[in-house]
């Protein structure tokens, strides 16, 4: 079931998401050749507690950190660990943050030094996919219509989009209904109405579609090893548009 917000409820969201849009942005700018995924967890959660607030992901189904950072050929939910990165990675950095019992969401991805021209094109491809899905929410829109936007945009420029993994409500809680998938067909799914809040994710390959999950239980690779990126807001459906909740200011 799809929750309509209330404003007292939406504006309870919107700390989470503020909070969250500081985190990822302070672990963003601390991203650099030599440090490890370890380090910007220990960066994320540190300061995620020290804003009176709780890490979403730790303890979730049993995970075990603040953040997921998933670097190349990780899609999402990389484990931090204390693995180096190395000069020309790149690293999804994804933050999730509980305040006074609402979540935010966020994910960017980041250069770590200098990279590659494709790995720059994918991650600028990306994260305009994001922005033109952001587009499309408005009353009377359609999930369809943000799932077209992603795909569209991704295969106009020759990437693939994951199609096992989801955006997500949330509110009270991590994820929530409605999904919201990366591929889809203008005017299908559920009918977009002020009050809704869901994270919009955009997952893009540079290869294939195809995903599997390691052993570790956990992190989500791509089939082929080849470089994939992960942006990700979350957003509220206003009455006239859209208001993205996952930002500082």
């Not at 917000?5 to 989470?16: D, G, L, M, Q, V």
């Not at 985190?23 to 959660?45: F, M, Q, W, Y």
């Not at 190395?86 to 250069?111: L, M, P």
């Amino acid at each position: 079931m799809v929750v309509i917000r209330t404003k007292e409820e939406i504006e309870k969201i919107a700390a989470a998401c503020k909070i969250t849009a500081k985190v990822r942005e302070t672990v963003k700018h601390a991203v650099r050749p030599g440090i490890s995924t370890a380090e910007l967890d220990e960066i994320a959660e540190k300061m995620i507690r020290e804003l009176g607030a709780e890490p979403a992901f730790k303890g979730y189904r049993g995970y075990s950190h603040a953040t997921c950072m998933s670097v190349n050929y990780e899609v999402v939910h990389g484990i931090p660990s204390d693995k180096l990165l190395n000069e020309g990675d790149i690293i999804g950095v994804d933050v999730g943050v509980k305040y006074r019992g609402y979540f935010g969401d966020s994910a960017v991805t980041v250069a770590a030094g200098s990279i590659s021209k494709k790995a720059e094109k994918l991650l600028k491809i990306t994260e305009q996919a994001l922005y033109l899905a952001i587009d499309q929410v408005k009353p009377g829109n359609h999930i369809g219509d943000i799932a077209f936007a992603v795909e569209s945009h991704a295969k106009k420029n020759g990437y693939t989009v994951v199609k096992d993994l989801f955006g997500h409500g949330i509110g009270e809680a991590l994820h929530e209904d409605p999904l919201v998938p990366n591929y889809g067909v203008p005017g299908e799914g559920i009918m977009l109405k002020p009050g809704m809040v869901f994270a919009i994710e955009p997952m893009l390959n540079e290869g294939g579609h195809e995903i599997k999950t390691l052993s570790d239980g956990w992190t989500v690779i791509t089939r082929d090893r080849k470089l994939s990126a992960h942006f990700e807001h979350t957003v509220c459906v206003t009455e006239d548009g859209v208001r993205i909740l996952t930002v500082e200011a």
